[in-house]
Nanobody, 115 residues
Framework: QVQLVESGGGLVQAGGSLRLSCAAS????????MGWYRQAPGKQRELVAT???????NYADSVKGRFTISRDNAKDTMYLQMSSLKPEDTAVYYC?????????WGQGTQVTVSS
């Protein structure tokens, strides 16, 4: 079992920055690929970014150059640094992780970007 808890969401003006955190209940060095997804009202959940244990990363085209995903094994936490935020980034952001053939999800954190 893995519990994931997101934090760091909030209200920010366009052009601003936020850092999301995803704290895991077990050592993240034991987890597989971790990722951030988001879901805007009336839309399907979409990939934002993923990071493997090796440190290799993958980003959605819409966030490349603006968002950075990272993981800190010492703190058992994954991060999403978001910069140059746009109103279209407004969504509930979820983290997930692969562990023992299952995918675990956090409860989500709201990010609202005002124009």
């Amino acid at each position: 079992q893995v519990q994931l808890v997101e934090s760091g969401g909030g209200l920010v003006q366009a052009g601003g920055s936020l850092r999301l955190s995803c704290a895991a209940s077990r050592s993240i060095s034991s987890l597989g690929t971790m990722g951030w997804y988001r879901q805007a009202p009336g839309k399907q959940r979409e990939l934002v970014a993923t990071i493997r244990n090796s440190g290799s990363t993958n980003y959605a085209d819409s966030v490349k150059g603006r968002f950075t995903i990272s993981r800190d094994n010492a703190k058992d936490t994954m991060y999403l640094q978001m910069s140059s935020l746009k109103p279209e980034d407004t969504a509930v952001y979820y983290c997930n992780a692969f562990y023992d053939i299952r995918i675990y999800w956090g409860q989500g954190t709201q990010v609202t970007v005002s124009s």
